[in-house]
Antibody
C-alpha cells in the first residue's frame, strides 16, 4: 500500500525559504521508473505542477518557478524534500506530493499525499 | 508551454450524463489523465491513458481523446460525483507536467 505525507511549516514570512518534506511508504525511490512530484493549489484555485524527481535523481521543474525550486531525495529515509526560496503571499497554497508509477510512459500521479497548507504572511 | 483549457463549470441532473472537456493543441497525440477532487480532499486519479480506470473507480467514469479535445464522461451521475475535475498531460517536448484549470461539476 502506497502512502505519502507532507510535512513542514504552516506559516512562513515573505522572503523566507520554505522546506517541505514528503515521507512515503509502499515503494522505493530506487526502483527504476519511479518518481515523486510536488503539486500545489492556492485556495480556490487550480492545481499547479511544481517539480518531480526520478529514481535516477533526474529532476524536472516548472519553468515559471525553476529559479526558486530545489527538489532532492533521500532514498534511505524514503523522503523527498522541496525547497522554495523567496516566498511571497501568492505562494500561499496547499502543497501535495504524489507518486509517479514505474512504467516508462506513466506520466501521471496515482497516489497523493493529504496535502499541507502553507500560508505566507508577515 | 502547453496549455490545457477546461470549462469552469458543468451542471447535470442526477442520473444523466456529464461530459467535461479538456482542450489542447493536438491533444489527441498525448495521453490525458483525469483527477477528481472533492472539497478539502486530495485529488484522486479517475482516468489514465485517456480511458483506463484505476481499480475502484466505477465503470460510470470513462474517457476519450481525439483531435484537440479530450473528454471525461460520467454516466448515471450521482450526487457523490459533485467535485472539481482536472485533466493533466505530460508535454514530451518539454518533459513537463501540465494541469488544466479544472471544472466544477454540479449535480442539480
Amino acid at each position: 500500500q502506497i502512502t505519502l505525507k507532507e510535512s513542514g511549516p504552516t506559516l512562513v514570512k515573505p522572503t523566507q525559504t520554505l522546506t517541505l518534506t514528503c515521507t512515503f511508504s509502499g515503494f522505493s525511490l530506487s526502483t527504476s521508473g519511479v518518481g515523486v512530484g510536488w503539486i500545489r493549489q492556492p485556495p480556490g484555485k487550480a492545481l499547479e505542477w511544481l517539480a518531480l524527481i526520478y529514481w535516477n535523481d533526474d529532476k524536472r521543474y516548472s519553468p515559471s518557478l525553476k529559479s526558486r525550486l530545489t527538489i532532492t531525495k533521500d532514498t534511505s529515509k524514503n523522503q523527498v524534500v522541496l525547497t522554495m526560496t523567496n516566498m511571497d503571499p501568492v505562494d500561499t497554497a496547499t502543497y501535495y506530493c504524489a507518486h509517479r508509477p514505474t512504467t516508462y510512459s506513466s506520466n501521471y500521479f496515482d497516489y497523493w499525499g493529504q496535502g499541507t497548507l502553507v500560508t505566507v504572511s508577515s | 508551454s502547453y496549455v490545457l483549457t477546461q470549462p469552469p463549470s458543468v451542471s447535470v441532473a442526477p442520473g444523466k450524463t456529464a461530459r467535461i472537456t479538456c482542450g489542447g493543441n493536438n491533444i489527441g497525440s498525448k495521453s490525458v489523465h483525469w483527477y477528481q477532487q472533492k472539497p478539502g480532499q486530495a485529488p484522486v486519479l479517475v482516468i489514465y491513458y485517456d480511458s483506463d480506470r484505476p481499480s475502484g473507480i466505477p465503470e460510470r467514469f470513462s474517457g476519450s481523446n481525439s483531435g484537440n479535445t479530450a473528454t471525461l464522461t460520467i454516466s448515471r451521475v450521482e450526487a457523490g460525483d459533485e467535485a472539481d475535475y482536472y485533466c493533466q498531460v505530460w508535454d514530451s517536448s518539454s518533459d513537463l507536467w501540465v494541469f488544466g484549470g479544472g471544472t466544477k461539476l454540479t449535480v442539480l
